[in-house]
């Protein structure tokens, strides 16, 4: 888009407005088919990110001991567990 242009306005050339049209088609058929469940894909990312981030808290946690550490890493693993649940439910109601 060139700076002074309004977003709004139709083009006048009608092969844009012909592109524009398929685009937004596309879009639309790209939001319709998104899946939103708790696939396989999903929980495994989800989980391999909390594993990392329980580790990280876990290796900050260190010097305090092994007793403090492990609890921290686990506080850490479920929030961000919690966190991943609640976006997904999230993006469910959205999308509804």
Do not use: C, H
Request: cysteine-free.
């Amino acid at each position: 888009m060139t700076k002074n242009q309004d977003r709004y306005a139709m083009p006048s050339n009608p092969a844009l407005r012909a592109r524009q049209e398929k685009q937004r088609a596309r879009r639309a058929a790209q939001r319709e088919s998104r899946d939103l469940s708790f696939s396989v894909r999903y929980m495994t990312r989800s989980l391999a990110v909390a594993l990392l981030v329980a580790l990280l808290v876990f290796s900050l946690q260190w010097s305090n001991g092994i007793g403090p550490s492990l609890v921290a890493g686990v506080v850490a693993l479920i929030v961000v567990v919690a966190l991943a649940v609640g976006l997904r439910l999230l993006q469910r109601r959205a999308a509804a």
